[in-house]
T-cell receptor, first 115, second 114 residues
């Protein structure tokens, strides 16, 4: 299996621009998680899905952030408009059915820089 | 609410020496505990997990951890480290009340010195 795939790996954009991060989970996994990692705040859960349905989005910082999972093999995290404080590494992770709390498989991350 | 404390932000250790990375947690219900490792420019991967049963858990790459309920700790140990163990290590906790959410600690940066 190719593992969790994220694109792009690096994104540099200017303040105010729209940013879309993409994730392909491991085939057959029912859970998908989006995390943000910064030096100041560590690893934060933004939102997670189960069977393509958003279950908990309490970690989404504000309305500028949105996430979708139109099917079992694809998810997006969108920031519109982007701000310099959104600069971070964004990780996507997936888990098999019933295993969301037991083991998560992480992608390589997208390093976002907002100028 | 759950929380995870990793007392050491950075741990330097010489190659072939033993190492212990400390982790304490708070939770009011039965917990599941994890250690994840993050190598430079990579995502996290699971080292080991405690769900139930034996309190001594063995993981990949020669690491082990011991669950101590009375001290609410889950320290990670390795008897002899290698250069390749240089990485960031995250302790994490979940419980039955948190559904599928896992709370990660701030991380400990392990540097192995040749």
């Amino acid at each position: 299996d190719a593992g969790v795939i994220q694109s792009p790996r690096h994104e540099v954009t200017e303040m105010g621009q729209e940013v879309t991060l993409r994730c392909k989970p491991i085939s057959g996994h029912d859970y998908l998680f989006w995390y943000r990692q910064t030096m100041m705040r560590g690893l934060e859960l933004l939102i997670y899905f189960n069977n393509n349905v958003p279950i908990d989005d309490s970690g989404m910082p504000e309305d500028r952030f949105s996430a979708k999972m139109p099917n079992a093999s694809f998810s997006t995290l969108k920031i519109q408009p982007s701000e310099p404080r959104d600069s971070a590494v964004y990780f996507c992770a997936s888990s098999p059915r019933g295993q969301g709390r037991y083991e998560q498989f992480f992608g390589p991350g997208t390093r976002l820089t907002v100028l | 609410a759950q929380s995870v404390t990793q007392l050491d932000s950075q741990v330097p250790v010489f190659e072939e020496a033993p190492v212990e990375l400390r982790c304490n947690y708070s939770s009011s219900v039965s917990v599941y505990l994890f250690w994840y490792v993050q190598y430079p420019n990579q995502g996290l991967q699971l080292l080991l997990k405690y769900l139930s049963g034996s309190t001594l858990v063995k993981g990949i790459n020669g690491f082990e951890a011991e669950f101590n309920k009375s001290q609410t700790s889950f320290h990670l140990r390795k008897p002899s480290v290698h250069i390749s163990d240089t990485a960031e290590y995250f302790c994490a906790v979940s419980d039955q009340a948190s559904y599928d959410k896992v709370i990660f600690g701030p991380g400990t940066s392990l540097s192995v010195i040749p």
